[in-house]
């Protein structure tokens, strides 16, 4: 019982008192005061992947001193759509601007009062700044709120290895690579044509990957119909993409691989497949994975089928938001001209506002790591061709969590394709009926 | 118990003390009853109201709809498959791992030198926290690059597709619960094992009894209720199975593409916070597994009562 | 059990005075041959590998990761792999690790003052329901709370708690094994005369707590404290549902560093891991011991 080991007991004691009082304060990111110095407000937006709106804003806030955007990269979508969801239910936790993902937004659109209505903080006066399909896309089926403005579209190619295809004996040159196939009968023959010539590469890195390309070029639809009812076991062009994308592994034109996975990324490093169906941010995916090695060895043909579209997403500002006028301005800015280009050549996402495609820093824009390919041509042109899809509630999920497994699993091969589908439309329907 | 009760009062002070002495124990028990109801008991058992409701995130609670969630559960094919996942990879992981503990516990339980270095050295894998060893063991059993494969590949088996098969799965993620577990289990047992007198393992020998019968005849018959004492401990642990699998499969809750190592707990993780967000049909999930678990314990428990009274110690 | 039962008792008592030299005769059984050694050295290896490993790969760039065969000895990128952690505004590994230290702390302190206070009073005072109050305790020790995650959910909720370090501090201010463990103890290390001169002194009963019982049971508190800590350090599941990315602890920071989408750093991910590691390594090198024999010692009182 010496006076020190009474004192310390004391100073626990306070601690735990004083720990208990701080904990609701204490260390966190996120800075709730409105207003730091010089009366800048600080909006934070929150993102997931990389669609280069982390670097967007940076320039953002180096031209504005009255509003400073705080990006927040929340990881993966798979992460960042259940907390989202539980944001906006529970009215707490989300940021002043959060991204959408296009598979998940007709779920928001179904529920929108989770978020504020852009047509009233001044959204009206923007329509023509977008692509229509897009700004169509961010509303509710009445047309009277205006819940996300579109940043990015995923316009389609077709990335290649040139350095595969020389060892097939292939053209590498890449108007020649675009004229080897206008559809994808043809990309698939020419696929059996490489495998023929034993290269240790396989065609293509996953069945999976053709489904969404192959869809969207084709039907308008996919698992819903415009009303939002399930049809992913009626709608023909999802089987038949279904049928495809197996049958390509069938003929072991498939590197069986599961996109995002760990062996996804070291089959970059190791050129293990050929082609891969590439949505404009997908250059920089293939960057980030592929390294500097590698760098000029992938080249951008044009998509078969020739347009179509993977992938894109929304801003939205929820209602929670207590900076919404601001959070307006920096969303303007964002999904503007400017923000679109900044984002695009940060990341190789592809802008939805008109003025942006106009640009020549859009138009004219080149690849450095993609061999020089004129990505801003070749995914201009497969915008422009572009036929809106409408992607019901459920969307994202029936894909990631139900189709897409049971696809993979008959891709492995253990399960058969008739077997994975019956298991697919059967959970896809419970899924779907919630 | 003891005699702490005495009056010693004098005048005033006498009356204040007296009060003291009764109610202080329940101030100082207060606490714990307090947190513990409100935040570890009332959920519990709340679980079982929301259980029999009608109760989404979005939606917020519909209204009471009886056993309708437990009859969906009964004819949810993954529920089961969960379940089957779960009380497999208990048992692969279980049982292996007990009786490894045991060897090592027997080799520890010698006089030896740099004693205390060896026993923290198996320690090290229970301190270690499981989401920074599921990574770990997330890349050794990486398909194409992962260490687990490049050393089949040494002595000439083909590399195996961790995430696909179930025995495959199984094998890693038991890998990582045995890694985690034996050290401390072999430590527990160690404990026990030193509590028996030596002096009986001497007569055994004197009796020409080798030392694995000995082990068999005299070491494992009297810590047997501390060998049930960690299956009960385990069970709770292997029942909720979460982070390993989860961890495994690069932090998706699906567990392989046709769910061959979802368990139970990613499975309501999955339904109540990733899909759906249905409360109701999640904790009716919690709910029987809750009871299998207590039924499970309590069944162990039972066996450690009947063999403790039956053993000498 | 048959083997000692059958024993003629006069045998045992026969050995017993020469106890040191026979002990000494089939000694060989209880010295740890060279083959134990060897085979325990061995499970110490394979324990400490993954961890081991982890920071090998912590010093090495990514380029090695693929490699095969893959790398076991250091490179010298640590620094730079570090600069590259902390520099990763996504996952917050620096508020991960503060938030961490606060929250384990908090807990711990909070655990060890409940669990003395209300062991004390299992121990040695007197009062009606004690025995069913500790009945109850011990019945809860077994109860796995994990599965009443969703209403304590509804409730963080309910409260405006859900995203804040209370949500991952406040349930877990009490534990019933640390009660139990201290009533335990305080049964044998604290006699009865002592707390009844200090009442004949006129102490008051938080007096004689704080005075005579807290310091008496510092040896258990102490690993009660470290068990604790660890186990706090290392909780996931929870902190991952209700924390936000803004305010992670640790675990919740990997997490965010291993599957953040298009994050191929592995590198800096192994970093992070060895990092979240440190903390943890250090408690158990400065008080392993006291950790080990609270294992042992804890196992054999319950």
Known sequence: MSVTSRRLRTYAAAALVAGLALSSTACSKSDDSDSGEGGTVTVTLQYFGTPGLKEAAEKFNSTHTDIKIDAQNMGELKDFDPKLTQWIATGQGAGDIVMLEEGNLQKFLLEPKGFANLFDLGGKDLKDTFLPYKWEGGQTADKKKLVGLGTDIGGLAMCYRKDLFQKAGFPTERDKVSALWSDWAQWAAKGEEFKAKNTGAAWIDSATSVMQPYIMQKSDTWFYSKDNKFIGDSNPIVKQAWDFGLGLSDKGLTAKLVRWNPDWDAAFKKASFATLPCPAWMTGVISGRAGAEAKGQWDVATIPGGSGNWGGSYLAIPEQSKKKKQAFEALKWITGKEGGLEAYKAAGAMPSNVAALDDPAFKDSKNEYMNNAPTGQIFGASAKALKPIHLGPQHQNLWEKVFEPQMQAAESGKSTSAAAWAKAVEDGKKLAAG | ?313 | MTAVTTRPPSHRQAVAPSGKKRRSASGRLWEASPLTYVCLIGAVVLSAFPIVWSFIISTRSNEDVYKIPPPFLPGGNFIANVTRLLENEEAGFLIGLTNSIFVSTVVTLSVVFFSTLAGFAFAKLRFRGANAALLFIIVTMMVPTQLGIIPLYILMQKLGWLYTLQAVIVPFLVKGFGVFMMRQYAMSAISDELIEAARVDGCSTFRIYWNIVLPALRPAAAVLGLLTFMETWNEFLWPYLVLNDDTPTVQVSLKLLATGYYTTDYVMIFTGTAMALVPLLLVFVVFGRQIIGGIMEGSVKA
């Open chain 2, 1 to 313: 118990m003891t005699t702490a009760g005495i009056s010693t009062g004098r005048g005033s002070k006498f009356k204040l003390t007296k009060l003291d002495m009764k109610y202080s124990p329940y101030l100082y028990i207060a606490p714990f009853f307090i947190l513990f109801g409100a935040f570890g008991l009332f959920p519990l058992i709340y679980t079982g109201y929301v259980s029999t409701r009608k109760w989404t995130l979005v939606g917020g609670d519909k209204g009471f709809v009886g056993l309708d969630n437990y009859t969906e559960l009964f004819g949810d094919e993954k529920f089961w498959n969960a379940m089957f996942v779960t009380f497999g990879l208990f048992l692969v992981g279980t049982i292996p791992q007990l009786l490894l503990a045991l060897l090592l516990a027997s080799w520890l339980n010698k006089k030896m030198k740099f004693r205390t270095a060896l026993r923290m050295g198996i320690l090290l894998p229970n301190i270690t926290s499981v989401a920074a060893v599921g990574i770990v063991f997330g890349f050794i059993f990486a398909d194409r690059f992962g260490l687990a494969n490049w050393g089949l590949d040494l002595i000439g088996i083909d590399p195996v597709s961790w995430r696909q098969h179930r025995w495959s799965s199984w094998l890693a993620i038991s890998t990582m619960v045995n890694w985690r577990w034996i050290g401390y289990n072999a430590l527990i047992y160690l404990a026990a094992m030193q509590a028996i007198p030596k002096d009986l393992y001497e007569s055994a020998s004197i009796d020409g009894a080798s030392p694995t019968r000995q082990f068999w005849r005299i070491t494992v018959p009297l810590i047997q209720p501390t060998i049930l004492f960690t299956v009960i401990i385990s069970t709770i642990g292997g029942m909720q199975l979460f982070t390993e699998p989860l961890m495994f499969n690069y932090g998706q809750l699906n567990g392989g593409s046709l769910g061959e190592f979802q368990t139970i707990s990613m499975y309501i993780y999955q339904q109540t916070f990733e899909l759906g967000t249905r409360y109701g049909y999640g904790a009716a999930m919690s709910w029987t597994l809750f009871i299998l678990i207590m039924l499970f314990a309590g069944i162990n428990f039972a066996m450690v009562r009947r063999s403790v009274k039956g053993s000498t110690t």
